[in-house]
């Protein structure tokens, strides 16, 4: 019995130091230059413990051990590729997947007009929101330019009359910063023979959801008419009251974005 006893007991305290050895791994790093992209984006994956590899996939689906391993820069060259990594190491939990979206060009713009935007975030000059660099969650990051009003337009000159079948807006929330996603998007077009703007498209948006991390969006908004168009007005309503759980409740919220696209 007493034989027993201590066998049992020695099982269970290795059994214990086992499972208390078993660290999760720290995610890996994806290294590129922009969100945006005209023909491919390349994306270096870094991790630097021995013994450990890198999965990835292109599909949009968490990395298992059966996905294929990361041995040299991932090119992507499709329109919405998320391309998502996990490290994995025998002896180890894997670590937290880490992902990051892609966008290719769209139609090419010439010119944008907007509502002049806060004095400390004016962005990296007059092409920011069409410059295809971005994708950053500092909101200090010159690819951001920043608004503290309440309703703000963008006007689009594409470089020639074109079938317009959507629109992206890329934004930033970082709500400790108070900065929220818009209640809403319109997009316009202007009538050809009166000038007058014409509703296309609009998308109510949930800005009042708790997100508890720094996160980029794109927001997309699909025309059901597909019209040929030498511009495009959008209007973007921000959020005009912060909810009560947040610490600036009752107050306007802020609003950034980093690029506009037409495709």
């Known amino acids: 019995m007493k ?16 499972t208390q050895d078993l660290f999760q791994l720290a995610p890996p ?5 922009s969100s945006f992209f005209e023909k491919k984006a390349m994306v270096t994956i870094k991790f630097a413990q021995k013994n450990t590899q890198i999965h990835y996939t292109t599909n ?17 060259k499709n329109h919405l590729t998320t391309v998502k990594a996990k490290v994995f190491g025998e002896g180890y939990l ?13 139609v090419a713009i010439t010119k944008v007009e907007h509502t002049k935007p806060h004095k400390n975030y004016l962005g990296s000059g007059e ?7 971005g994708g950053d969650m500092g909101h200090s990051n010159p690819t951001w330019m920043g608004f503290l009003q309440d309703t703000l337009m963008f006007t689009l000159d594409l470089a020639k009359p074109q079938k317009v079948k959507s629109l992206m807006a890329h934004v930033l929330i970082s709500q400790p910063t108070w900065i ?4 809403k998007i319109e997009v316009y077009f202007p009538d050809p023979i009166t000038g007058t703007l014409k509703l296309m498209a609009t998308k109510a948006l949930d800005a009042t959801t708790k ?9 997309v908004l699909d025309l059901d008419n597909h019209l040929k168009t030498k ?3 959008v209007k973007i309503y921000t959020l005009t009251h912060i909810p009560e759980w947040h610490d600036g409740k009752g107050t306007l919220g802020w609003f950034f974005i980093d690029e506009l696209m037409v495709y």
């Open 127 to 133: 092409r920011t929101l069409i410059d295809q660099k």
């Open 231 to 233: 511009r495009v007005v």
């Open 29 to 33: 790093m994806l290294q590129y230059e």
């Open 94 to 106: 894997p670590s937290e997947a880490v992902e990051v979206c892609f966008y290719k060009q769209g």
């Open 60 to 76: 949009g689906k968490t990395p298992t051990k059966n996905d294929p391993i990361y041995t040299r820069p991932v090119v992507v």
């Open 180 to 183: 929220f996603l818009p209640e």
């Open 3 to 18: 034989k027993i006893l201590f066998l049992c007991t020695f099982l269970c305290c290795n059994f214990a130091l086992y």
């Open 211 to 219: 997100v508890p991390e720094n996160a980029t969006q794109a927001v």
